[in-house]
């Protein structure tokens, strides 16, 4: 409830901050001029540069989710195959690595904090080399932190924001030539919800390894791994009894 109350703020958000700036522009502009008066012909040399903007922000909004969703598939399928020949030693290492990258991902975990659990991670892996071997297990857990730590400049992506908020920031413009005042109290959020639905939601739920409830069938595949592991660890014992009497 705690997130969907998130999701709820950033909804409310969007819809007040799109409403206030509406009132600013239609403060500005509805004492001077009338619906049609102005000539916004500059503007749509703009449309489609930031359309191809506002395409990669939203595409990459979605393509992150994806591909961390690959990646955690991918740490579950090798989590499996590892634990199921694994003495209850190794098992317990291999809990705590998973154990480090659930914490990684979650909300409120600092940058220290994840730095901290990168190398708790690597020291875990580096203990379990001795008794099995690794190395798919640390491919699949460099992919799912490496993200954190190759990030684009930060002053690249501000700039980009700052590109697209001012863009969509005088669609009010546009709305009140087209129309009038009220038109505008009344489309521009819609539009501006209906735009960033998306990205917003990415950002209110953070990461499916916190919310695999959003991927029914993410979520019944990593609860039937990590709940039977240990029974599909004691089936294969039986049929290797079985197979040792026969």
Excluded at 126 to 131: N, Q
């Amino acid at each position: 409830m705690t997130q969907y109350t998130n999701v709820l703020f950033w909804i409310v958000g969007v819809i007040v901050a799109s409403l206030a700036i509406a009132f600013i522009w239609i403060l500005i502009l509805d004492e001077q001029n009338d619906p049609g008066d102005l000539d916004l012909t500059a503007l749509n040399s703009l449309n489609l540069i930031v359309g191809f903007l506002y395409i990669g922000v939203v595409n990459g909004a979605r393509d992150r989710w994806k591909r961390l969703m690959h990646h955690a598939n991918d740490f579950t399928l090798t989590f499996q195959s590892l634990s199921k020949n694994a003495d209850d030693k190794t098992n317990q290492q291999l809990e705590t690595v998973r154990n480090n990258l659930i914490a990684f991902y979650q909300e409120n975990c600092s940058v220290d904090m994840k730095i901290q659990l990168f190398l708790k991670i690597q020291n875990s892996i580096d203990s379990l080399e001795a008794s099995t071997n690794v190395d798919k297990l640390r491919q699949c857990a460099a992919a799912l932190y490496r993200g954190f730590f190759e990030k684009e400049p930060f002053l690249f992506t501000a700039h980009l924001y700052l590109i697209l908020g001012i863009y969509f920031a005088c669609i009010p413009v546009q709305l009140f030539n087209a129309y009038d005042a009220t038109m505008t109290y009344v489309l521009y959020p819609i539009i501006i919800y209906l735009l960033f639905a998306v990205p917003l939601y990415a950002n209110a739920f953070h990461n499916p390894i916190q919310h695999p409830e959003l991927n029914r069938t993410f979520q019944k595949l990593n609860t039937q791994i990590y709940t039977n592991a240990k029974q599909s660890k004691t089936y294969a014992f039986a049929y290797h009894r079985k197979d040792l009497r026969m």
